[in-house]
């Protein structure tokens, strides 16, 4: 069983920065494919970007070049640094986790979820 416990959530200014990190339990964190969703209010939970094992990254198009995540195996602990924050934006964030070295895209191929934070961007 894993558990994840997502932090860094908040209220900032269109432009502005934030960094969520998730933390997760167990001991074969090194072989998880992580990644971070987003749900809107009134919308569906979407993809937002994934690391595999080996710290290759995948990102929509539309955080590309702004979100970067990143993974400290020795910490358990995976990051999304989140830049030029944008309105549309705004979501509760999810951190996921599979055992399988590979991202996909598909919420469903996810069987750990942390509790998600809230992401406010303001205008």
């Known amino acids: 069983q894993v558990q994840l416990v997502e932090s860094g959530g908040g209220l900032v200014q269109a432009g502005g920065s934030l960094r969520l990190s998730c933390a997760a339990s167990g001991r074969t964190f090194s072989t998880y494919a992580m990644a971070w969703f987003r749900q809107a209010p009134g919308k569906e939970r979407e993809f937002v970007g994934g690391?595999?094992?080996?710290?290759?990254?995948h990102y929509i198009d539309s955080v590309k070049g702004r979100f970067t995540i990143s993974r400290d195996n020795a910490k358990n602990t995976v990051y999304l640094q989140m830049n030029s924050l944008k309105p549309e934006d705004t979501a509760v964030y999810y951190c996921a986790a599979r055992p399988i070295i590979n991202v996909v895209t598909n919420l469903a191929a996810y069987p750990y979820w942390g509790q998600g934070t809230q992401v406010t961007v303001s205008s």
């Open positions: 690391i595999n094992w080996s710290s290759v990254t």
